[in-house]
């Protein structure tokens, strides 16, 4: 360092505690206006002010309480939890006469979006509808704070110009977006900080360690699950935001950039072309609002760079497909509470004001433009309607086939965004595949949220501009990997609306006194060979199809059909029917009771039974890890699975007994010491020991000394998330359960592994003509085409790239959790790829 810098940080290190406190004056605009006594202010509940300390969840959400209880203009709304069991809150926020009124209010919103109700609308008399949703990012805490001050301001502020903000409009703030990460980097940096404002950037308060609060509990980034609503968080905030169906949607971020405050529109070329062409007009004159009260306040910002609009899964472009506008804001981050970095002095009560400024700029730009706005929503959705009537595709035709929890899982996530599925009609063919109309759906394009189908399940390989903030693709049956073909008529097809999949029948399940059988078709029929196996229940997996009889029917059992034994359990004849029986009357699987060992292939009594163990699962985090990757796999196997797994800091391998497990699951780049990688390879030669290895965490495999594989070039750059195609050969115990012959899996990053010289190692390989939707170029797509996608050899088991993506990948879960349960069925050779 310096001599001249040493005393700059000294000086300002002198001076900096007494610019750090603001009283709430900092966060509210200046006008003509009183505040109401009776509506305490957040230093009056806190006892402090804010940007003083980083607030807690519970101090949050116990003061929007009292907002709520000590002013008629705020009503609160709890709606479930975060995992770890913090309320999820929104306020309403709108003028006494308006609460009165709020359901006829809200009922003409919802209006907007229908073409045949929306043009009779008094549009020049209804209020707009407004969202502001802060800190999705736990650690981006500017955020939530800033929602106090801008909460307090609407509920106490008393005058003429808040008067007009609140007769126009409804208000409706989710303070904190991320419960749990809000409150993991809260208690980070109030405990790691200084009180004497130390401010390097290296100190350990500016030095969260991972996982950061950015992710929620399993490390997820819950501003890319607006489409695939995997978490409560967004689940939760779905129903509040579709009930209202705003029109100007706002979503508060910090950045790592010290250049200045970001806010819409964005790249210009970077935008969904699902969107309204009018969207970015509207979002271009919002943006000169934020502008005049940041010149005005000082501050530098940029708007057309840096960030674009095209995946439509994030907090400000999901509301373009709704009619609405969405607005992102990036403030430079303090990451603490005060800091010097890149020579700019960052101070939190200053990121907040930002934030608070943005907000009732975006207010004053929402009220002057009320009937614009509102009149865009009703064009959008007749549009909408026009688009659905001319469009080639007019639907998509679904099967359950024996998956009925696959068909669910779908459906949860279209309800979430007010999407309507159909019984089928009747049976048809659809390019020589059948759909029965006893387990197949239909989902017409021609309904209300038709853009938000078209971004769920169009597929795309052409681009404007090839540069991606996000992930270039991300179709919803691609990835679920369903049955489903698409549509150009529906006539004469639609039936009932679902409200609720269809379930199996359940059929009586005799006792046997030979065994019992079930297929791992139904994605959670993995839950029940978890629990079996959990209750020291013998199971064997048919390693190849077979037909048996079952009384006087013959049955055609898959490759993968679990047997249950009755003879050599530790439960009774009576005591293992009744636990079968339980799981054939609670679950999508359905049970066979064995008359006889006999089969046409094969018998029960075969070798071509294999023994199962259960999985003793350790997933291992630390420095190097991707817990990104590890959190999707901690989710899938605690949410979905009920499936227990210890979370292993690798620092910790040296010391730990791995005998304790049987499976270990890397991602990520370790660098793991030598002595370490020698345990792991003795332990990973005992029969049914096994590494999960993922990504970049092949090297790590290849340090161990368990396989040897290579990367070649992808050419210039990252592949920018996109989905390929692959092909397989149904022999591999990691395929159980696939019902179809191509599975789609997603791709990211430069892992492109070389061609497998190992026998019986490739499970799946990319198709010769690979990509199904995204961005990648030719090059590229020659260095992938025919590429192996999954290896499995010698105690490991390679994914080259994340099975779980976002927690929607229900096609690559599959072959996951078959890693777990059939990892003593690989083979034992090495895998080396050229």
């Known amino acids: 360092m310096t001599v001249k810098k040493y005393f700059l940080t000294a000086l300002l290190t002198l001076f900096v505690a007494a610019l750090n406190a603001q009283g709430i004056n900092y966060y509210i605009p200046q006008g003509d206006y009183t505040l109401n006594p009776a509506v305490p202010s957040p230093k009056e509940f806190l006892g402090f002010e804010i940007g003083e300390h980083h607030i807690s969840h519970d101090l949050l959400i116990s003061y929007m309480r009292v907002l709520s209880k000590s002013s008629d203009r705020v009503i609160s709304q709890e709606i479930g939890t975060s995992y770890e069991g913090r309320p999820l809150i929104f306020l309403i926020i709108t003028s006494e006469e308006n609460q009165k009124n709020l359901d006829k209010i809200r009922e003409r919103q919802i209006m907007l979006t229908d073409p045949s109700k929306s043009s009779s609308l008094p549009v020049k008399e209804m209020p707009i509808v407004m969202w502001f949703g802060y800190s999705v990012h736990g650690n981006e805490a500017s955020g939530v704070n800033a929602s106090m001050a801008v909460a307090y301001y609407l509920a106490a502020a008393q005058g003429s110009e808040v008067d007009r903000i609140l007769n126009n409009s409804v208000i409706i703030i989710q303070p904190a977006q991320n419960p749990d990460g809000i409150n993991r980097f809260a208690n980070w940096v109030n405990s790691a900080r200084s009180y004497s404002n130390v401010l390097d950037p290296f100190s350990r308060e500016f030095r969260e360690p991972s996982p950061s609060g950015r992710s929620n509990h399993y490390w997820f980034d819950l501003n890319r699950d607006w489409l695939p609503v995997q978490h409560p968080e967004t689940r939760h905030r779905l129903e509040i935001f579709m009930n209202w169906h705003p029109t100007l949607v706002n979503d508060y971020h910090e950045q790592g950039s010290t250049n200045g ?54 907090g400000a472009s999901y509301p373009d497909m709704l009619g609405a506008i969405g607005i992102l804001y990036e403030q430079p981050s303090s990451r603490g509470h005060i800091q010097l970095r890149n020579g700019v002095l960052l101070k939190f009560p200053d990121i907040i004001r930002y934030q608070a400024l943005c907000t009732y700029s975006a207010i004053n730009a929402g009220i002057d433009k009320r009937e614009e706005l509102n009149r865009f929503k009703a064009d959008s959705y007749r549009e909408s309607q026009d688009m659905a009537r001319k469009g080639t595709i007019k639907g998509y035709v679904i099967s359950s086939d024996s998956n009925i929890s696959l068909v669910k899982e779908l459906n949860s996530i279209l309800a979430a965004h007010s999407i309507n599925l159909y019984e089928l009609s009747r049976d048809i063919t659809i390019k020589g595949k059948s759909f029965s109309s006893k387990n197949s759906y239909i989902l017409p394009l021609y309904q209300r949220e038709y853009r938000l189908i078209r971004t769920l399940f169009d597929k795309m390989t052409s681009y404007i501009d090839t540069t991606f903030y996000d992930v270039s693709a991300w179709t919803l049956p691609l990835a679920m990997n369903l049955n489903y073909e698409e549509l150009l008529s529906t006539e004469g097809l639609v039936g009932k609306k679902v409200v609720k999949v269809r379930e199996r029948v359940r059929k009586e399940l005799p006792l046997s006194k030979l065994a019992y059988l079930f297929e791992l078709s139904d994605i959670y029929s993995y839950k029940i060979l978890y629990d079996l196996l959990n209750r020291g229940v013998a199971v064997r997996v048919g390693d190849k199809s077979f037909g048996i009889n079952i009384g006087d029917k013959l049955v055609s059992l898959s490759a993968g059909t679990v047997m249950v034994p009755v003879r050599g359990q530790q439960l009774s004849e009576t005591e293992l029917h009744k636990v079968v029986l339980q799981h054939s009357q609670e679950s999508e699987t359905e049970f066979y009771s064995a008359t006889s060992s006999f089969g046409v292939e094969f018998d029960l009594g075969s070798a071509h039974f294999k023994r199962v163990s259960i999985p003793k699962i350790a997933l291992i985090v630390g420095r190097g890890a991707s817990y990104g990757t590890i959190g999707e796999l ?165 994914f080259c790239d994340t099975p779980n993506f976002r927690g929607y990948w229900y096609g690559g879960s599959r072959l996951f959790i078959n890693s777990l349960f059939f990892r003593d069925l690989i083979p034992s050779s090495k895998i080396q790829t050229k």
């Open 261 to 314: 405050t970001y806010f819409s529109p964005g790249i210009k070329n970077s935008t969904n072309p699902l969107a309204p062409e009018l969207n970015r007009k509207l979002t271009e004159d919002i943006s000169l609002y934020h502008a005049k009260a940041m010149n005005e306040d000082g501050v530098l910002f940029f708007t057309k760079e840096g960030y674009d609009n095209f995946y439509t899964g994030k």
């Open 634 to 798: 901690w989710h899938l196997l605690d949410q979905k699975y009920s499936i227990p797994a210890s979370i292993i800091d690798a620092s910790l391998l040296s010391e730990i007994d791995l005998n304790q497990y049987n499976t270990i699951v890397l991602s990520g780049n370790y660098r793991l010491p030598k002595e370490v990688n020698e345990k792991l390879k003795i332990w990973s030669s005992f029969q049914s020991n096994t590494i999960i290895a993922i990504d970049q965490s092949f090297q790590t495999l290849n340090e161990i000394g368990i396989a040897d594989i290579k990367e070649r070039s992808v050419g210039v750059g990252n592949i920018n998330g996109v989905i390929l195609k692959t092909t397989f050969s149904k022999e591999s115990p990691i395929l159980y359960g696939v019902a179809s012959n191509e599975l789609f899996l997603f791709k990211r990053g430069r892992s492109v592994i070389s061609e497998s010289v190992t026998p019986g190692s490739i499970v799946a390989k990319y198709a010769d003509n690979p990509l199904e939707s995204g961005y990648m170029p030719v090059p590229t797509i020659e260095a992938v085409k025919g590429m192996p996608a999954v290896l499995v050899g010698n105690g490991a088991i390679y």
